[in-house]
């Protein structure tokens, strides 16, 4: 009986190992897949997430001095909701991963889009740019995530600290 349980045992261990490596690529998945919809960086959206909820896709903050909420993997901000409310996407529809990370990435190009591929771009997902040291959060967990990634991936990157 007891070779039984250990073989039971390392069955489920496995099937854990198994599914939580599963769930980690499909939300990679979901990050490059977002990118390239809209023309941004994969690692970068996952730099973020990073930055933003430590990659945690029911992370709620209400603790903002402008009394906003952040949903989410991408911590999406409360002041999106009317528009995505237009779009039949609820505060609720945030903790969804895909579209969570489909909707960090449209907030980002549109930071791209208002600031070029600079450091102000990723302090405007972050709400705030100047005097805000938030892109380098972001850059420190891209490089992280960019180790095998090849030159043009890194070179990339470095649009995003010039000018500062």
């Keep these: 009986m007891a070779v039984s349980k250990n073989i039971l045992a390392i069955f489920f261990l496995f099937l ?3 599914s939580s ?3 980690a690529d499909q939300e990679d998945n979901y990050f ?3 990118g390239r919809y809209y023309d941004v960086n994969h690692i970068l959206l996952k730099a973020i997430a990073q ?3 430590g990659q945690n896709p029911n992370a709620l903050n209400c603790a903002n001095n402008n009394g906003s909420c952040d949903y989410g993997i991408m911590q999406i901000n409360s002041v ?3 528009m995505l409310n237009k779009h039949g996407i609820s505060a609720n529809d945030l903790f969804n991963e895909k579209t969570n990370i489909y909707i960090g990435a449209w907030v980002l190009k549109g930071c ?4 070029g591929v600079s450091y102000k771009s990723l302090n405007c997902y972050n709400g705030k740019i100047n005097g805000n040291n938030y892109y380098s959060r ?3 967990n891209y490089w992280k995530f960019a180790k095998q990634a090849d030159e043009s991936v890194k070179k990339e ?3 995003y600290t010039v000018e500062r």
């Design 16 to 18: 854990t190992i198994l």
């Design 21 to 23: 490596s599963a769930f």
């Design 32 to 34: 490059v897949d977002a």
């Design 51 to 53: 930055a933003e909820s």
């Design 80 to 82: 999106h909701l009317p």
């Design 112 to 115: 791209i889009n208002k600031y």
């Design 138 to 140: 972001v850059l420190n």
């Design 157 to 159: 990157a470095l649009m």
